[in-house]
């Protein structure tokens, strides 16, 4: 029975195109709307399950906030090794153009060249070579995603202020996050912006084995230059990255509003179509019951086509966010950290699933009251 009546619900929206065409493009936009802001959600959610998994700490510095206001003696990292449950410390002299929460921040991480990977075990280099970034103290390796967006090539030489580097590799990372990040050296970001910031850095990552305590090697670190020359604060580094990203996270959790306005705006849209187009087959829809359409079926037909109409907006909402986030490579970024805009198969299956939602909702109110017309009082409208 589908087969025959959807063929006529096609004819019947074809019969407004413009009509039909304003309602797909309206709901697309929303759609997209709505799943740009998804995106965000994703890369924070994604961020936060990546860290809680891995064992890394970060040291900075107590009571500081921005990273250019963090000074570790570099000298902590050597004892901080010794401590029972720490694998590995990687000393990080942090760069970067804004501090604030950005949708162009540039972070700069300067690691000893020999420590990165094993501080980045899936680091992969896509182009360039692992021994040129070593050999050359003003090289970088940079990520895929600021590559894309800055259009910087191997052998390019990117600069940020006074800061000047020349490409030697870019590399992709399992972690989409960290594909925001140009690595270089350490000795080469402290000696660079015209400041002697040698023999300090702006954090310690450590690394932790299987058998350690986080919370007590946090603890132990704190507590033993609690009165040394530079008080320390200690956190894992999902924790660390989501005290900095603090105030970026309660905007973005007011950017779900903004998404359940979408959705009300699907269900506005749709819903006043699908009445608009009752009203116009009023005639027809007695006609229809006449000639043997019960009031089930009249009830079918017009909630089919309030879902058609959601549909097809939803679709071509998710499929335009989605091309528009892998294209572009977004992140938005606040103290140095960085929420890569995550394209999904979840968030593409969640954009259809609310406008597949959203249209059976829109169409419930129409698709009664067209089922409900008396077959009389229908003729003689």
Known sequence: MLSKI???ILKTLWRHRSRTVLTVSGSAVAIFVYCFVGSIQEGMDDLSNRQSSKRNLVTFQANKFCPATSH?????????SS????????????????CRASLDVVVFYGVPPKKLKIARPDFKLLQGDWSEFERNQDTAVMGRAVANRRNVKIGDKFSIGDLSVVIAGIFSSNDPAEENYIYSHLDFLQRSKGMNLVGTVTQIEVLLNQSADADQVCQMIDERYRSG?????????GVFQAKSLGDLTQLLAMARYLGMACVGLVLALVATTTLMSVQDRIKENAILQTIGYSQL?????????????????GCLGVVTALVILKISSLSVGAEA?????????????????VSLVTGIAAGIFPAIQAAKTEIITGLRN
């Open 72 to 80: 570790l003696p570099q000298d902590y990292g050597q004892e901080i």
């Open 297 to 313: 079926r009249v009830f079918q037909m017009v909630m089919l086509e309030s879902v058609t109409l959601a549909l097809i907006g």
């Open 229 to 237: 020359p530079v008080e320390t604060d200690t956190r894992p580094k």
């Open 6 to 8: 959807y063929p006529y």
């Open 83 to 98: 401590f029972d449950g720490v694998d590995d410390v990687v000393p990080i002299q942090v760069f970067t153009n804004n």
């Open 337 to 353: 950290v960085t929420i890569a805009f995550l394209p999904s198969y979840k968030l593409a299956a969640t954009g259809l699933v």
